[in-house]
């Protein structure tokens, strides 16, 4: 089975352009979520979908946004790029709803950098 | 909203020696808390898990308990080799919702 799968794997912006990341979930997953991860910072969350919806929110100004598509693929878009946006960003995905199917697997992550 | 914190943020220990990390959490409805190791380069991968009925679980050379009362839990690793260098992350979830937040992470380093 394939695993999660991000694109690109790098991307380098300026300020002030949008910027679209791609995440495609292992077969069969319908929650995924978005992570900012900076040394010294970790794991930020972003958002997370689960059949086309978003459910949960983190605490990231309204530059930031995403969907999710019936195929359970899921798209971010930052907007009006900061400096600050300057990150590795991770898509997991996992079975969702319930317990016993909350393990994430992470996809190896877009570095965005923004100049 | 759930916070967690994990101490401490950086760990070298001699290789055979034993690593504890530690992390606190405020959701007291959180009821499921995995750890995660990311090696430097890679994605993160989960280790092990616990959920808020079980006090502590085992898996060979792992281990993670957890005190409900106090909202802490531990990670403890025996017997350490190099190759559990790595950054670990501990997390809190609700399982009615699909979030889980991350501690901010622990560098672990194992002398040879």
């Known amino acids: 089975k394939a695993g999660v799968t991000q694109t690109p794997r790098y991307l380098i912006k300026t300020r002030g352009q949008q910027v679209t990341l791609s995440c495609s979930p292992i077969?069969?997953?319908?929650?995924v979520s978005w992570y900012q991860q900076t040394p010294g910072q970790g794991l930020q969350f972003l958002f997370e979908?689960?059949?086309?919806?978003?459910?949960n929110k983190g605490n990231f100004p309204g530059r930031f946004s995403g969907r999710q598509f019936s195929n359970s693929r899921s798209e971010m878009n930052v907007s009006t790029l900061e400096l600050g946006d300057s990150a590795l960003y991770l898509c997991?995905?996992?079975?969702?709803?319930?317990?016993?199917?909350?393990?994430?697997?992470f996809g190896s992550g877009t570095q965005l950098s923004v100049l | 909203g759930e916070n967690v914190e994990q101490h401490p943020s950086t760990l070298s220990v001699q290789e055979g020696d034993s690593a504890v990390i530690k992390c606190t959490y405020s959701?007291?409805?959180?009821?499921?808390f995995p750890w995660y190791k990311q090696e430097l380069g890679k994605r993160p991968q989960l280790i092990i898990d616990?959920?808020?009925?079980?006090g502590e679980k085992k898996d060979q050379r792992i281990a993670v308990t957890l005190n409900k009362t106090a909202k802490h839990f531990s990670l403890h690793i025996t017997e350490t080799q190099p190759e559990d260098s790595a950054v670990y992350f501990c997390?809190?979830?609700?399982?009615?919702?699909?979030?889980?937040?991350f501690g901010p992470g622990t560098s672990l380093s194992v002398i040879p």
């Open positions: 997390a809190a979830m609700e399982t009615r919702y699909d979030k889980v937040i």
């Open positions: 959701d007291s409805a959180s009821n499921y």
């Open positions: 077969s069969g997953h319908r929650s």
């Open positions: 616990i959920r808020s009925n079980v």
């Open positions: 997991a995905s996992s079975l969702g709803r319930g317990p016993t199917n909350e393990k994430l697997f």
């Open positions: 979908y689960f059949s086309e919806t978003q459910r």
